[in-house]
């Protein structure tokens, strides 16, 4: 069998550029489609109003608030924290829906994104991802929320103690205080575990300039804050 002549390789190389470039293209479309249209409706279930969040409340003088933290199901124990790039078998069904739970915002950083439910593939292409088995959006416990650095999460890496994080769901909305910031490992799912305060836990991967799948994590913890805070 003769060898490739250069023209043919320089062929195969072009046409395995284009096929990249035009997948490429098409998340970028996807994401931008999918922002745009479930930006309009959250903001349109926002609008219609309902009840105040429990969780943006004073605790009752009787403890219900902390007691709902203690009831709070026990997170998940997944082997790592959500992964960099997600396997491509952790894509859904090609007509499955992306279901949006509410938006995040760190106003400091301008930094603005929706969140939906899960953490596969197509979903943290699109959005920030709630992780299964923690705290739900707007619900008292540990609300964990994963994002790519090179994605919706990519201003995250000027987070800094004491910025304000507003979640907001159409059952309300919740302010948050970032108390801490932490570099971990992949294995370290302690960061999801359930907590007796109301916390909100962003994790996105690390270094944000790392080439190919990161080899840490970057977490950043926040805890509610009360009407006047």
Not at 2 to 27: N, Q
Not at 36 to 43: F, I, K, M, N, P
Not at 175 to 204: F, M, N
Request: with cysteine.
């Amino acid at each position: 069998m003769s060898p490739l002549s250069t023209t043919t390789i320089r062929r195969l190389l072009w046409g395995v550029a284009v096929v990249c470039l035009g997948v490429w293209l098409w998340y970028q479309l996807d994401g931008a489609l999918f922002r745009a249209v479930e930006g309009r409706r959250l903001d349109r279930a926002l609008a219609s109003g309902g009840p105040a969040p429990a969780v943006d409340a004073p605790t009752a003088a009787d403890g219900t608030a902390a007691r709902a933290d203690r009831e709070q199901p026990a997170a998940t124990s997944p082997a790592s924290l959500p992964p960099d790039e997600p396997a491509a078998a952790a894509e859904p069904a090609p007509a499955a829906d992306t279901h949006v739970l509410g938006r995040l915002e760190i106003p400091r950083l301008d930094l603005s994104v929706l969140v939906a439910e899960g953490i596969d593939a197509r979903t943290l292409r699109r959005a920030a991802g709630h992780v299964p088995g923690t705290a739900a959006p707007g619900s008292p416990g540990n609300v964990a929320i994963a994002g790519h650095r090179d994605g919706v999460f990519r201003r995250l890496e000027d987070a800094a103690r004491d910025d304000l994080v507003v979640l907001e769901t159409p059952g309300g909305r919740a302010r948050y205080r970032i108390k801490g910031i932490d570099v971990v490992t992949p294995d370290a799912t302690e960061v999801l575990a359930p907590t007796e305060r109301s916390t909100l836990t962003l994790i996105t991967c690390y270094p944000f300039n790392w080439m190919g799948p990161a080899p840490e994590r970057f977490v950043v913890r926040a805890e509610l804050l009360g009407p006047e805070g």
